[in-house]
Nanobody
Framework: QVQLVESGGGLVQPGGSLRLSCAAS????????MGWYRQAPGKERELVAT???????NYPNSVKGRFTISTDNANNTVFLQMNSLKPEDTAIYYC???????????????WGKGTLVTVSS
């Protein structure tokens, strides 16, 4: 069975940094990418980073240049390095196993419980 467990969230001041981790276990059939999503209260879940099996990454403009997704394949872990954090980055962050076809990321229904990131003075 598949399990995703996020960790690393917490309280950080604006301009600070956090590094999130997602430990994956089990086999996800034909997944070729991982993604990080976030969801703030009253807002839709937003895709903030993707990485394909070959290493290519993609980010929306809201986090481009500040967030970096990476993987440690030997330990089945995906990371999200977040720098220059802003209050609007406050959300619950989730990792996801998905599939990339062309330029589109398709989320598969594998989610952890999320980890809360709060950016505040």
């Amino acid at each position: 069975q598949v399990q995703l467990v996020e960790s690393g969230g917490g309280l950080v001041q604006p301009g600070g940094s956090l590094r999130l981790s997602c430990a994956a276990s089990g086999s996800i059939f034909r997944s070729n990418a991982m993604g990080w999503y976030r969801q703030a209260p009253g807002k839709e879940r937003e895709l903030v980073a993707t990485i394909r099996n070959g290493g290519s990454t993609n980010y929306p403009n809201s986090v481009k240049g500040r967030f970096t997704i990476s993987t440690d394949n030997a330990n089945n872990t995906v990371f999200l390095q977040m720098n220059s954090l802003k209050p609007e980055d406050t959300a619950i962050y989730y990792c996801n196993a998905g599939l990339v076809r062309g330029s589109t990321y398709y989320a598969m229904n594998y989610w952890g419980k999320g980890t809360l990131v709060t950016v505040s003075s």
